[in-house]
T-cell receptor, first 112, second 113 residues
Framework: GEDVEQSLFLSVREGDSSVINCTYT??????LYWYKQEPGAGLQLLTY?????DMKQDQRLTVLLNKKDKHLSLRIADTQTGDSAIYFC????????????FGTGTRLQVTL | KAGVTQTPRYLIKTRGQQVTLSCSPI?????VSWYQQTPGQGLQFLFE???????NKGNFPGRFSGRQFSNSRSEMNVSTLELGDSALYLC????????????FGPGTRLTVL
């Protein structure tokens, strides 16, 4: 079945890099996603990676995928206070149409 | 281009009542999915509609239902509300079912008293 796990909390200093980790169980995952949620808001799509890729870079964001270990990470370079939010990873499995299975979310706190 | 819109943004109901939430997808998008977000259960998939047909359904009781209109707007209905139905209900739209990118609306915050 589908299960996605994340650590609950991460604190980093402004200007440092943040690395948020995620593990998933479904080997039929086709796409893996990172979403950001700010207080009182919906989910903002940050980036996604196809399961046959191992890395994707988009400006300050780098996604690494280790398919063998079913491990996904999101690196945010030069973390800013505006990056403080909850970050969700999600997977979409084969044959499930648009259904996303989300992790529990990691709260990122950026300190000065 | 306008994003996904959801109405109303906030709603307060009492147990036993029913509620209808509305979602208008991004122009040109034909797939709409609904999710429930609670502190205890996190984000859970409710259902997806594409071309007015339900494509997939999550593990929710029959009190939760939805539909999609010919203009791709979608509604979800919850009947016989329970306290545990208090949640943020999010809808997401994509161009087609199983499309790579899904974009979420701001959500409807439902409180059941």
């Amino acid at each position: 079945g589908e299960d996605v796990e994340q650590s609950l909390f991460l604190s980093v200093r402004e200007g440092d890099s943040s690395v948020i980790n995620c593990t998933y169980t479904d080997s039929s995952s086709t796409y893996l996603y990172w979403y950001k949620q700010e207080p009182g808001a919906g989910l903002q799509l940050l980036t996604y990676i196809f399961s046959n890729m191992d890395m994707k870079q988009d400006q300050r964001l780098t996604v690494l995928l280790n398919k063998k270990d079913k491990h996904l990470s999101l690196r945010i370079a030069d973390t800013q206070t505006g990056d403080s939010a909850i970050y969700f990873c999600a997977e979409r499995a084969t044959g499930t149409a648009s259904k996303l299975t989300f992790g529990t979310g990691t709260r990122l706190q950026v300190t000065l | 281009k306008a994003g996904v819109t959801q109405t109303p943004r906030y709603l307060i109901k009492t147990r036993g009542q029913q509620v209808t939430l509305s979602c208008s997808p991004i122009s040109g998008h034909r797939s709409v999915s609904w999710y429930q977000q609670t502190p205890g259960q996190g984000l859970q998939f409710l259902f997806e509609y594409f071309s007015e047909t339900q494509r997939n359904k999550g593990n929710f009781p029959g009190r939760f239902s939805g539909r999609q209109f010919s203009n791709s707007r979608s509604e979800m209905n919850v009947s016989t509300l329970e306290l545990g139905d208090s949640a943020l209900y999010l809808c997401a739209s994509s161009l087609a079912s199983a499309d790579n990118e899904q974009f979420f609306g701001p959500g409807t915050r439902l409180t059941v008293l």
